[in-house]
């Protein structure tokens, strides 16, 4: 339950100042840069409200606007229990368009891992069963995912996935200097390395954050000052929380936007399984 909403009666709409309403006025969502003051930075124990027949309701989604709508707003969209008798594959097929990178399946399975029993260039290798640090996925590729799809198979309470908005980090650092910050990464690929801007626009209406301090290193002072103030406001941000702990539940990221860290694994909770896939766009 959230707070102000007591056997589905609203309360006035003030108590809703920390919510962001859709294009319907009926559902309301998270406003991300208020999460954090409001104390409700637990996605799962919210989701969205919606006002059906003059009652408050609790809904796992709006009903009112398309997934696709919903992630350009937010950065990312949770669905809990979703479609769990569908395969990890179908469902993303469904959503969007399913990317193969590299040799490995386009739908893959994400476990924990001892750092001595996975490779070194990896998380896991680095972290092992640690909290792994704030990234966007495929940071050090000239042109990473779009789209990242997490879905639970196993999963725990105590293993929450933490969302950090990237628009928030660049009106702090200073939309200026991540366009000028140019980075590299820390090993050749295809025996280049290319240097990459933290943040750049596309087009009119679209902009890519990319993030990764282990796999991505400054370039010159720019470079520099630009990795400094992102840490600085990483660490000065409260994240927002995602629970993957219901078999389905199913987190949609922006990977050109939201940042997004594991948490520490607790004993007991090393049996934790997470499906994960790329979608290049939202159908
Ligand atoms: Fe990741």
Request: net charge positive; charged share 20%; glycine share 10%.
């Amino acid at each position: 339950m959230i707070g102000g909403v007591r056997g589905g009666r609203p309360l006035g709409l003030s108590a809703y100042s920390h919510l962001r309403t859709c294009a319907h006025r009926r559902c309301y969502t998270p406003l991300n840069s208020n999460v954090a003051s409001s104390g409700l930075g637990n996605v799962n124990s919210y989701r969205n409200l919606c006002l059906i027949d003059g009652r408050w309701d609790m809904r796992s989604s709006c009903v009112d606007i398309s997934l696709k709508a919903q992630i350009l707003r937010h950065g990312f969209v949770f669905l809990p229990e979703h479609r769990c008798t569908e395969t990890g594959t179908e469902l993303a097929q469904s959503l969007g368009d399913l990317l193969r990178l590299g040799d490995g399946e386009p739908v893959h399975q994400l476990v924990i891992n001892k750092a001595s029993d996975a490779s070194p260039n990896t998380y896991s290798g680095i972290y092992g069963d640690g909290e792994f640090p704030f990234h966007t996925d495929l940071a050090h590729w000239v042109h990473p995912p779009r789209f990242l799809l997490l879905r639970c198979l196993r999963g725990f309470e105590e293993v929450p996935t933490l969302l950090i908005d990237a628009f928030q980090l660049v009106d702090q650092a200073g939309r200026e200097l991540l366009s000028r910050a140019l980075v590299k990464p820390r090993r050749p690929i295809n025996l280049r390395l290319p240097l990459l801007r933290i943040f750049r626009t596309i087009g009119d209406d679209a902009a890519l954050f990319r993030w990764d301090d282990v796999f991505l290193q400054a370039c010159g002072t720019s470079g520099s000052q630009g990795m400094q103030a992102v840490r600085e406001n990483i660490s000065a941000t409260r994240p927002i929380t995602v629970k993957l702990a219901r078999r389905g539940d199913t987190l949609l990221v922006d990977n050109w936007r939201m940042l997004h860290a594991r948490s520490q694994i607790p004993p007991g909770c090393e049996s934790r399984c997470i499906e994960r896939a790329y979608l290049g766009g939202i159908h």
